[in-house]
């Protein structure tokens, strides 16, 4: 019998499997102490409200990411270097103002949704900031997001109930510095690999 299309075909004789990811590689902005505190308190409150069950992702893990490169067998050291070279540039650009006015479900999937920060007039500063960091990683011939649609948004939760996008009072911050983080795939954990200050 001929296998279906998304059988598993056997690996040829003396070819090994390709390792698992285990690392995945991302800027992002983090929130500070001020706003996580207003973010945990939104959460308690949504749940209360709500009835949601997910586990809050916690002060560690909140951040809004710029751009996700990837998953990896382990930390790639070139793309690491070439990355934080890229990064370097945009440390002369000043701080600026995030801001998050609605809460909502980023997705109609049947379970485990992210429940997220959402802004407008708040994130614009981010999307400009993002899109300068695509181009500094496009210079230096490294994936700049393929120019794929940018939504910035910070992760509270996953739920398997949807949420409407709602308005909430505005949860802002100044973003001082951004950060390259490696998620450890699997474990809930991340690690912050280098930082950038941003002037002002």
Known sequence: MTPGRGARQPLPEGVAPAPPNTDRLFFALLPGAPAIARIERLIGDLRNDLGLKGKP????RFHVTLLHMGAFPGVPRELVHAACAAAQALSIIPAFELGFDRVGS?????????????GEEGVIAAKAFQQALCNAMARAGEDDGGGAPYTPHLTLLYDDTYVARRSIEPIT??????????????????EVLARWPLHG
């Open 173 to 190: 911050w100044t973003a001082h510095e951004f950060v390259l983080v490696r998620s450890l795939i699997g474990q809930g954990r991340h």
């Open 106 to 118: 980023f997705s109609h999937r049947p379970s485990n949704m992210p429940l997220v920060l959402l």
């Open 57 to 60: 992702l916690g002060a560690a």
